[in-house]
């Protein structure tokens, strides 16, 4: 079934230093992409989005890839920071479903200072 | 901008009692709400679609009579647990979105607990 899933469960990574999570979906229909970050005991927090026409968005500290060829989206972390950790979700847009989400499975990333 | 807040954040309650979880976004009018569900280190699973005015559209395997929503303002919607069960327990989180193609912004849960 459609799905969209994470390669790795948990990444540790040292304070300063620069995150990757990658997440793959299946559906090739999807046009709109979300990461969130949820820290324990609180709901997922909004971090960056992109739509399908764009291969590359920047925030502050953080940048979406995503390539449409292989189904592949990446989260990239720069200078991590302690308050960084947290579980990251990506999360697929089905707009032609009523714009749910369909979450990954998540990926803790733990800052090692 | 685009805060939701979601109320009680933690209950514990006796088995067979029913309980009310409300979801509200305060600076701004969402005409969908989403309610989800999660269990410790899992992810998010969407229990269902609230629309304010209309029936909500609940994901296969959710049972609508278990689960009540109501989404009765561009403001409000709410989850009712109805007869709770320890099998019920688990972590609840709302959210809502301005528009399709617009993220959906998050309440920061609700821990149900039944004894």
């Known amino acids: 079934g459609e799905s969209v899933g994470l390669h790795l469960p948990t990444l540790s990574v040292q304070e300063g230093d620069n995150s990757i999570i990658n997440c793959a979906y299946s559906n090739s229909a999807s046009d709109y992409f979300i990461w969130y970050k949820q820290e324990s005991g609180k709901g997922p927090q909004f971090i960056i989005d992109?739509?399908?026409?764009?291969d590359k968005r920047q925030g502050q500290r953080v940048t979406v890839l995503l390539n449409k060829t292989v189904k592949h989206l990446s989260l990239q972390i720069a200078a991590t920071q302690p308050g960084d950790s947290a579980v990251y979700f990506c999360a697929e847009n089905k707009g032609n479903q009523g714009g749910k989400l369909i979450f990954g499975q998540g990926t803790e990333l733990s800052v090692k200072p | 901008g685009a805060v939701v807040s979601q109320h009680p954040s933690w209950v514990i309650c006796k088995s067979g009692t029913s309980v009310k979880i409300e979801c509200r976004s305060l600076?701004?009018?969402?005409?969908?709400m989403f309610w989800y569900r999660q269990f410790p280190k899992q992810s998010l699973m969407l229990m269902a679609t609230?629309?304010?005015?209309?029936?909500?559209?609940?994901e296969q395997g959710v049972e609508k009579d278990k689960f009540l929503i109501n989404h009765a303002s561009l403001t409000l919607s709410t989850l009712t647990v109805t007869s709770a069960h320890p099998e019920d327990s688990s972590f609840y989180i709302c959210s809502a979105r301005v528009g399709m193609q617009q993220p959906q912004h998050f309440g920061d849960g609700t821990r149900l607990s039944i004894l």
């Open positions: 600076d701004f009018q969402a005409t969908t």
């Open positions: 609230s629309n304010e005015g209309s029936k909500a559209t609940y």
């Open positions: 992109i739509r399908s026409n764009m």
